[in-house]
Protein backbone atom coordinates (compact mmCIF):
# COMPACT_ATOMS: atom_id res chain seq x y z
CA UNK A 1 0.00 0.00 0.00
CA UNK A 2 1.05 3.92 -0.14
CA UNK A 3 1.82 5.96 2.34
CA UNK A 4 -0.90 7.38 4.27
CA UNK A 5 -1.16 10.74 5.85
CA UNK A 6 -3.24 10.15 8.89
CA UNK A 7 -4.36 6.06 10.37
CA UNK A 8 -6.35 5.76 12.86
CA UNK A 9 -5.82 2.25 14.80
CA UNK A 10 -7.67 0.71 17.18
CA UNK A 11 -5.53 -1.70 18.71
CA UNK A 12 -5.32 -4.54 20.92
CA UNK A 13 -2.24 -6.15 20.14
CA UNK A 14 1.27 -3.85 19.72
CA UNK A 15 2.19 -6.04 16.62
CA UNK A 16 -0.73 -4.25 15.01
CA UNK A 17 0.44 -0.79 15.39
CA UNK A 18 4.01 -1.86 13.98
CA UNK A 19 2.45 -3.47 10.92
CA UNK A 20 0.21 -0.41 10.02
CA UNK A 21 3.90 1.83 10.59
CA UNK A 22 5.53 -0.34 8.17
CA UNK A 23 2.78 -0.61 5.42
CA UNK A 24 0.86 2.50 5.15
CA UNK A 25 3.72 4.87 6.86
CA UNK A 26 1.55 7.32 8.42
CA UNK A 27 3.05 10.61 9.05
CA UNK A 28 0.68 10.48 12.14
CA UNK A 29 -0.88 7.30 13.91
CA UNK A 30 -3.79 7.75 16.35
CA UNK A 31 -4.20 4.73 18.47
CA UNK A 32 -7.30 3.94 20.31
CA UNK A 33 -6.57 1.55 23.07
CA UNK A 34 -8.28 0.09 25.99
CA UNK A 35 -6.53 0.41 29.48
CA UNK A 36 -5.74 -3.37 29.66
CA UNK A 37 -3.41 -3.32 26.25
CA UNK A 38 -2.28 0.70 26.68
CA UNK A 39 1.04 -0.39 28.30
CA UNK A 40 1.97 -2.58 25.63
CA UNK A 41 0.87 -0.50 23.16
CA UNK A 42 2.61 2.97 24.25
CA UNK A 43 5.90 0.82 24.69
CA UNK A 44 5.48 -0.21 20.66
CA UNK A 45 4.76 2.95 19.93
CA UNK A 46 8.01 4.83 21.25
CA UNK A 47 10.26 2.05 20.17
CA UNK A 48 8.67 3.75 16.45
CA UNK A 49 8.59 7.47 17.46
CA UNK A 50 11.02 8.07 14.78
CA UNK A 51 8.81 6.53 12.05
CA UNK A 52 5.62 8.92 12.71
CA UNK A 53 4.04 11.20 15.41
CA UNK A 54 1.89 9.21 17.99
CA UNK A 55 -1.59 10.14 19.62
CA UNK A 56 -3.06 7.39 22.16
CA UNK A 57 -6.38 7.73 23.04
CA UNK A 58 -7.98 5.04 25.97
CA UNK A 59 -11.55 4.02 25.83
CA UNK A 60 -12.91 3.67 29.37
CA UNK A 61 -15.55 0.80 28.82
CA UNK A 62 -14.24 -1.37 25.94
CA UNK A 63 -17.49 -3.12 26.08
CA UNK A 64 -19.21 -0.19 24.82
CA UNK A 65 -20.08 0.94 21.42
CA UNK A 66 -20.53 4.70 22.25
CA UNK A 67 -17.36 5.08 23.99
CA UNK A 68 -15.11 3.99 20.89
CA UNK A 69 -17.55 6.27 18.82
CA UNK A 70 -16.59 9.31 20.85
CA UNK A 71 -12.99 8.70 21.61
CA UNK A 72 -12.76 8.37 17.08
CA UNK A 73 -15.00 10.98 17.42
CA UNK A 74 -12.38 13.50 19.40
CA UNK A 75 -9.33 12.06 18.01
CA UNK A 76 -10.89 13.09 14.59
CA UNK A 77 -11.97 16.47 15.82
CA UNK A 78 -8.28 16.85 16.86
CA UNK A 79 -6.77 15.86 13.52
CA UNK A 80 -9.15 17.84 11.60
CA UNK A 81 -7.37 21.05 13.90
CA UNK A 82 -4.07 19.79 13.10
CA UNK A 83 -5.29 20.42 9.40
CA UNK A 84 -5.95 17.04 7.78
CA UNK A 85 -8.43 16.58 5.99
CA UNK A 86 -11.01 13.61 6.14
CA UNK A 87 -9.85 12.03 2.99
CA UNK A 88 -6.22 12.11 4.21
CA UNK A 89 -7.92 10.28 7.14
CA UNK A 90 -7.66 5.93 7.40
CA UNK A 91 -8.89 3.74 10.07
CA UNK A 92 -7.91 0.69 10.71
CA UNK A 93 -10.35 -1.72 12.34
CA UNK A 94 -8.65 -4.75 13.04
CA UNK A 95 -7.80 -4.69 16.90
CA UNK A 96 -10.17 -4.12 20.20
CA UNK A 97 -12.90 -5.74 21.21
CA UNK A 98 -16.08 -6.20 18.91
CA UNK A 99 -17.99 -2.95 20.69
CA UNK A 100 -14.63 -1.09 19.99
CA UNK A 101 -14.80 -1.86 16.58
CA UNK A 102 -18.62 -1.08 15.65
CA UNK A 103 -18.15 2.23 17.54
CA UNK A 104 -14.97 3.32 15.38
CA UNK A 105 -16.82 1.53 11.85
CA UNK A 106 -19.92 3.67 12.76
CA UNK A 107 -18.27 6.75 13.54
CA UNK A 108 -15.56 6.48 10.56
CA UNK A 109 -18.97 5.47 7.84
CA UNK A 110 -20.86 7.87 8.77
CA UNK A 111 -18.06 11.11 8.32
CA UNK A 112 -16.66 9.84 5.26
CA UNK A 113 -13.46 7.84 6.81
CA UNK A 114 -12.04 5.59 4.75
CA UNK A 115 -11.14 1.70 6.25
CA UNK A 116 -8.81 -0.68 5.83
CA UNK A 117 -7.80 -4.25 7.99
CA UNK A 118 -5.01 -6.27 8.64
CA UNK A 119 -5.44 -9.84 7.03
CA UNK A 120 -3.95 -12.20 9.46
CA UNK A 121 -3.13 -15.32 7.34
CA UNK A 122 -4.55 -17.99 9.77
CA UNK A 123 -4.70 -21.88 9.23
CA UNK A 124 -7.02 -24.34 11.44
CA UNK A 125 -5.00 -26.55 13.23
CA UNK A 126 -6.56 -29.12 16.19
CA UNK A 127 -10.05 -27.37 16.46
CA UNK A 128 -9.02 -23.50 16.50
CA UNK A 129 -7.67 -20.76 14.53
CA UNK A 130 -4.45 -19.99 14.37
CA UNK A 131 -1.64 -17.81 12.78
CA UNK A 132 -0.13 -19.17 9.84
CA UNK A 133 3.17 -17.78 10.09
CA UNK A 134 4.70 -18.65 7.28
CA UNK A 135 2.96 -15.91 5.44
CA UNK A 136 2.72 -12.24 5.84
CA UNK A 137 -0.08 -9.61 7.42
CA UNK A 138 -1.72 -7.93 4.60
CA UNK A 139 -3.34 -4.87 4.99
CA UNK A 140 -6.11 -4.35 2.66
CA UNK A 141 -9.14 -1.89 2.48
CA UNK A 142 -12.88 -2.13 3.38
CA UNK A 143 -15.78 -0.77 1.17
CA UNK A 144 -17.77 1.04 3.47
CA UNK A 145 -20.46 -0.83 4.54
CA UNK A 146 -23.32 1.44 4.00
CA UNK A 147 -22.65 1.77 0.55
CA UNK A 148 -21.99 -1.65 -0.74
CA UNK A 149 -25.54 -2.90 0.77
CA UNK A 150 -27.20 0.18 -0.74
CA UNK A 151 -28.16 1.38 3.15
CA UNK A 152 -26.67 4.86 2.16
CA UNK A 153 -29.15 5.33 -0.74
CA UNK A 154 -32.22 4.05 1.49
CA UNK A 155 -31.93 5.99 4.58
CA UNK A 156 -32.79 9.41 2.61
CA UNK A 157 -35.81 7.39 1.16
CA UNK A 158 -36.72 6.61 3.84
CA UNK A 159 -36.64 9.87 6.16
CA UNK A 160 -38.54 11.87 3.33
CA UNK A 161 -41.20 8.56 3.64
CA UNK A 162 -41.52 9.03 7.10
CA UNK A 163 -41.75 12.75 6.49
CA UNK A 164 -44.26 12.06 4.02
CA UNK A 165 -46.41 10.16 6.19
CA UNK A 166 -46.43 12.14 9.08
CA UNK A 167 -47.72 15.18 6.94
CA UNK A 168 -44.36 17.24 6.93
Not at 79 to 86: D, F, N
Request: include cysteine; charge should be negative.
Amino acid sequence: MTQTKVLILLASRPETVEVAVERLQPETLGVIVSQEILEAVVLKCSELKGEARFLCRVVDSPMEIGDSFSRFEHLLSELEGMGYGRGEILLDVTGGTTPMRLGVALAAMTRGVGMVHQRVPQVYVDGRWEQDESREVEVAPMGNPLVATGLLREVPEARAEHARLRGL
